[in-house]
């Protein structure tokens, strides 16, 4: 039997080229987008008291890897402080104080080199008003991510806001609480001992 050479016709060439064109024009939008809301993100948090600075692992591990690709890359964990900021000012402060002298501070964000006890700690910098947020690595094995990230961050950044406004006059037990009213007015599930955020903040 002779094999007949296979022939493309033009209305196979025009399917292949529209399908590649739509494709490209998906992944470039896809990108667009990503760069627009970390741009927007960014923009945001430049009219809030608390700057941020993102700092990518260094870890070799999945966790750091995973880290970097899915919350600092695309920008993730800026729109993440972003929300946290500003639900903890309208959380703390009437609309009308917003915008009065309140200092404006800075916390960085990054990975902890090892797991940590808790999920995210807070330590003061060297330089005056500046605090880093660490996370602990094994958030990156929980079976939500996306939902452990976001508390984290949002008790970091409850953290250093009521650790610049308060200081040292605040007991250790007197700021855990504070934070977990603020994570529970947020939504975010769990609590302190066992006991859910929402009847936390209700019982004090």
């Not at 079976?143 to 250093?160: F, L, N």
């Amino acid at each position: 039997m002779d094999h007949q050479p296979l022939l493309l016709t033009s209305t196979t060439i025009t399917t292949t080229t529209t399908a590649t064109t739509t494709t490209i024009i998906i992944r470039l939008s896809s990108i667009l987008t990503i760069i627009l809301l970390s741009l927007w993100a960014n923009h945001e948090s430049s009219k809030l008291y608390l700057q941020t600075t993102i700092v990518p692992s260094t870890l070799s591990s999945l966790s750091g890897h995973h880290f970097n690709l899915f919350f600092v890359s695309n920008g993730a964990a800026d729109r993440l402080i972003y929300t946290s900021i500003h639900f903890i000012q309208h959380s703390l402060y009437a609309n009308h104080l917003l915008h009065s002298n309140i200092p404006i501070f800075h916390a960085t964000l990054s990975m902890s080199n090892h797991n940590l006890t808790a999920d995210v700690t807070v330590t003061p910098a060297k330089l005056s008003n500046h605090f880093i947020i660490h996370l602990s690595p094994n958030l990156m094995t929980k079976p939500d991510v996306k939902a452990a990230m976001a508390g984290a961050i949002h008790r970091g950044v409850a953290r250093v806001w009521l650790l610049h406004c308060a200081g040292e006059a605040l007991p250790s037990f007197v700021l855990d609480e504070m934070v977990e009213c603020l994570a529970a007015l947020a939504g975010f599930s769990g609590g302190v001992n066992g006991t859910s955020k929402e009847e936390f903040c209700l019982e004090r």
